[in-house]
């Protein structure tokens, strides 16, 4: 996943797509990193804007956060979904 966060120029838009596959993953950290994956992508994480906003609402704290900051990277205000716990 990180790996296909750096992808820049034409590559990005299909990083984005192919890091939407790993965002069903059992573990957490995989999910996280595919957050901050997309988010390092900049604009082009845009592309994957649905599945950070199931990400935001991820049961565990450190998907969420990645997920939040992912939004705040991709560009303006991303509106995501209210997370768990209603914040």
Same mark, same amino acid.
């Given at each position: 996943?990180?790996?296909?966060?750096?992808?820049? =120029?034409?590559? $990005?838009? /299909?990083?984005?797509? !192919? +890091? @939407? #596959?790993?965002? %069903?993953? *059992?573990?957490?950290?995989?999910?996280?990193?595919?957050?901050?994956?997309?988010?390092?992508?900049?604009?082009? =994480?845009?592309? $994957?804007? /649905?599945?950070?906003? !199931? +990400? @935001? #609402?991820?049961? %565990?704290? *450190?998907?969420?956060?990645?997920?939040?900051?992912?939004?705040?990277?991709?560009?303006?205000?991303?509106?995501? =979904?209210?997370?768990?716990?209603?914040?």
């Amino acid at each position: 996943a990180a790996a296909l966060g750096r992808a820049k =120029g034409n590559l $990005a838009v /299909p990083a984005a797509k !192919a +890091l @939407v #596959a790993f965002a %069903d993953d *059992s573990e957490p950290q995989v999910r996280a990193e595919v957050a901050t994956s997309i988010g390092a992508l900049g604009v082009a =994480g845009r592309e $994957a804007a /649905p599945t950070l906003q !199931a +990400l @935001v #609402a991820d049961k %565990d704290a *450190s998907v969420r956060a990645a997920a939040r900051k992912a939004a705040r990277d991709i560009g303006p205000p991303l509106q995501l =979904g209210r997370e768990r716990g209603g914040k």
